[in-house]
Every structure is written in structure tokens, then in C-alpha cells.
């Protein structure tokens, strides 16, 4: 029993470290971050790294206090409207098509599902140019649109959704049925409140990928107004190499801009984390 919890803790130190040393890294400069060996407490920590990345105040060389044109509140917002609209359209699109592969007999059901989830095997970046040529025919380039329309398309949620709805009691399903409700009711009414667990995985990665997607957001996404979060600060970043800011080191740069994206992951978890073991525990009474 004693080695299980000493298992336990060292595979939690291993998986912990580098998160810890990422955010103690944030604040500090080169030579702190690379001390060997690393240190547990480090010392000269410092804040210049964080007024770097959110544009709290920028100098050039010569120690003149320079206007930062940029916004991370903005690109804040930005991230946002893209996170919950890419849900809005994910879920429009997941449930219905979870739901139709689950409970519906059609022609050629098995040969669209196994094409659907086929896409999961094409790498991403081999359709990147035809994705950004289809984008830019329809008038999407250099939009919000176009970070969230080419990328709503979740095979893996039409897989977990089906998986899912297969498990709920059909008897559950017929007595809506006989009490008159249409199938929008019931996905809308029974199948959705029963889903929670699924959604929330689906909706967490979805999220996880629109935070870290930086290659198709950076050639869609010119206009600094319009930037998301990770760009914006990558873009941030860059301006204060031109502007020689010899008070910011580069390092500590990138680890607080990464200490900064990992805010919303862990809030996400924080937050959520209850809410789906207990759906998780009541799909399993009813079930």
C-alpha cells in the first residue's frame, strides 16, 4: 500500500515539474532559468517578463517609454468569440450526426460513418492550403469567421457522441416518443442532458485546440485587431525583439507567455472537473 502512494507521488513530481518549472522560469532571467543544477526555490525573481508579454509597458534602446499599439485584452476577446462559437457550431454539428449514426437505420450508414471517421487519419497540415484557397475564395480571409468555420468539423465528437447515445436505454427514448415528442425534443430535451459527460470532453478538447492551433490561426488572422490570444502575444513578442528591450530576457518571454496560455486549461479543469464526475456518476445510475 505504502509503495502505491510512493508510485503515486513520484509519477505526479514527474508530471509537475516541468509545469513548475515553466512558471518559475516566467520570472526570471536567462541565467536563472538554465542554472544547473536547477533550483527548487529560485531567487531574483522579477515581473519584467509578464509587463513584456501583456503590453503593460515597452521601451526602446535608449529607455524611452514606447506606445504599445496592441491589445491583449483584445486578442482576450477575441479568443473568446472564437472558443464559444466554434462550441455553438461543433455541438450543431456533433449531436444530430452522433445521434442519426446511433439510433437511425439508413443506406450506407456503416460506409458515411467509417468516411467521416477516416478524416482523423489526414494530417492537418496536408490540407492546409486548400483549406486557406477555399477560405479566401469565399471571403473569409482575414476574419474571426475564418479561425472558426474551416476547423468546426469534429470527427472524433460525431464518434463519442454515437458511442455514447448508444448506451441510453431505448425505453427512455420510446416514452418521449409516445408522449408526443418529435426528434428535435428528444435530442434537445432527453439526449442532450444525458450527454453531458461526452459534450464537456468534446467542447474541453475543442478548446484546448482552438488555444493551441497557432499555424492556420497566424496565416488567416492578419489584421492586429483580429488577432487570438496565442498569435497576438507570439506577435507581441517579436516587437519587443525590434525594440531591443534589454530589460526582457527571451526566454522568460516565451515561458510567461506559456504560463499565461496555461491559465484557461487549468481554469477549465477547476471548474468543470466536478461538474463531470457527477454527470459521469448519474449517466452511470442510469444507464
Known amino acids: 500500500m505504502k509503495l502505491k502512494y510512493v508510485l503515486i507521488i513520484l509519477i505526479t513530481l514527474i508530471v509537475i515539474w516541468p509545469v513548475y518549472w515553466m512558471v518559475q522560469g516566467s520570472f526570471q532571467d536567462h541565467w536563472g532559468v538554465f542554472t544547473i543544477p536547477s533550483a527548487f526555490i529560485p531567487q531574483g525573481l522579477h515581473v519584467r517578463n509578464y509587463i513584456g508579454i501583456l503590453g503593460l509597458k515597452q521601451t526602446d534602446q535608449d529607455g524611452v517609454p514606447v506606445k504599445n499599439p496592441f491589445s491583449v485584452l483584445r486578442w482576450c476577446f477575441n479568443t473568446v468569440q472564437v472558443i464559444m462559437a466554434k462550441a455553438a457550431i461543433t455541438l450543431i454539428i456533433v449531436a444530430p450526426a452522433g445521434m442519426a449514426f446511433a439510433l437511425y437505420k439508413f443506406h450506407g450508414k456503416k460506409v458515411l460513418f467509417w468516411l467521416f471517421l477516416s ?74 442532458p444525458l450527454c453531458v459527460p461526452v459534450i464537456g470532453v468534446i467542447l474541453l478538447f475543442m478548446t484546448l485546440g482552438t488555444l493551441n492551433n497557432y499555424l492556420w490561426q497566424s496565416i488567416v488572422l492578419q489584421r492586429m485587431e483580429i488577432k487570438t490570444l496565442l498569435v497576438g502575444m507570439v506577435v507581441q513578442m517579436q516587437s519587443l525583439a525590434l525594440l531591443f528591450a534589454q530589460d526582457i530576457d527571451p526566454i522568460g518571454l516565451r515561458l510567461a507567455a506559456g504560463t499565461v496560455l496555461l491559465i484557461p486549461s487549468m481554469l477549465l479543469f477547476i471548474f468543470f472537473n466536478k461538474r463531470f464526475i457527477k454527470e459521469l456518476n448519474l449517466g452511470a445510475l442510469i444507464k
Open 119 to 192: 478524416t482523423i487519419m489526414i494530417p492537418g497540415n496536408s490540407i492546409l492550403i486548400g483549406k486557406f484557397i477555399v477560405t479566401r475564395a469565399i471571403g473569409l480571409s482575414d476574419t474571426l469567421l475564418a479561425a472558426i468555420v474551416p476547423v468546426c468539423f469534429n470527427a472524433v465528437g460525431i464518434f463519442l457522441f454515437r458511442t455514447f447515445v448508444e448506451e441510453i436505454p431505448t425505453e427512455i427514448l420510446d416514452q418521449a416518443r409516445v408522449d408526443g415528442a418529435g426528434e428535435l425534443r428528444i435530442l434537445g430535451r432527453v439526449i442532450m
